[in-house]
């Protein structure tokens, strides 16, 4: 798989978006590679090729979509690559609460120039991505201090994909086996207490460092 830096992805089936949100960008001066799909499969199917930095998701996308995926299920696949913006009506809001707060999903009501607000957290998207991409390796002295956030961010977002497709398996729970319920409520447990352990040593790693930095 090839990976590109400062890569957006821009998922939409309306073209006026899709142009809009380019348009945004440009003004915002920050010289991105950016690709576009009418619809979240079409996206995935270009994620073997480009890692996108951020993907910027407009609703309009999902009810284009042959397979009638939900707003909640497309959002938590596209997690699997990237921090995904979403752009949707403003109810749309809590059924996306845990992936939100999770802190690999950003929202935007779809009301009067969200665009402008997208492509304000799109950019600031980007560039965490690049910071994780330039610290990857054991921090130096000058940028230790952020290796706590970076650690949360790279092993947070992949953590998100997992339980936001676990609990959208165990929602329709009345479908499967219990063998099935039993090993997805395993896997939500044990991703769960992975996130806490990456949350408690990024925390320990930046208390250690500001203990340690000379007065």
């Not at 576009?36 to 499969?41: H, L, N, R």
């Not at 480009?50 to 407009?58: C, E, K, W």
């Not at 980007?126 to 201090?145: C, D, K, L, Q, T």
Request: overall charge negative; hydrophobic content about 45%.
């Amino acid at each position: 798989m090839n990976s590109t830096r400062r890569t957006i992805f821009i998922v939409s089936a309306d073209a006026a978006v899709t142009q809009g949100c380019i348009h945004e960008l440009d003004a915002a001066g920050g010289h991105y590679l950016m690709r576009t799909a009418g619809s979240v499969e079409l996206a995935r199917q270009e994620f073997d090729r480009i890692t996108p930095s951020v993907v910027f998701l407009d609703e309009s996308a999902v009810n284009a979509s042959p397979g009638g995926d939900s707003l909640e299920l497309a959002v938590a696949l596209l997690t699997e690559a990237a921090p995904v913006v979403v752009a949707a009506t403003p109810d749309k809001q809590a059924l996306l609460a845990f992936l939100i707060t999770s802190g690999a999903v950003d929202f935007v009501p779809r009301t009067d120039r969200f665009l402008s607000v997208a492509a304000g957290l799109l950019d600031r998207r980007v560039r965490m991505a690049e910071r994780v991409s330039g610290m990857i390796h054991f921090p130096s002295n000058e940028s230790a201090g952020d290796f706590g956030e970076i650690l949360r961010h790279e092993v947070n977002n992949p953590l998100t994909g997992i339980l936001g497709n676990t609990e959208l398996l165990l929602a329709r729970r009345d479908r499967l086996p219990a063998s099935a319920i039993e090993r997805l409520e395993t896997i939500a447990e044990l991703a769960v207490r992975l996130r806490e352990t990456v949350r408690r040593l990024s925390n320990a790693w930046e208390e250690h460092h500001e203990t340690a930095r000379p007065a």
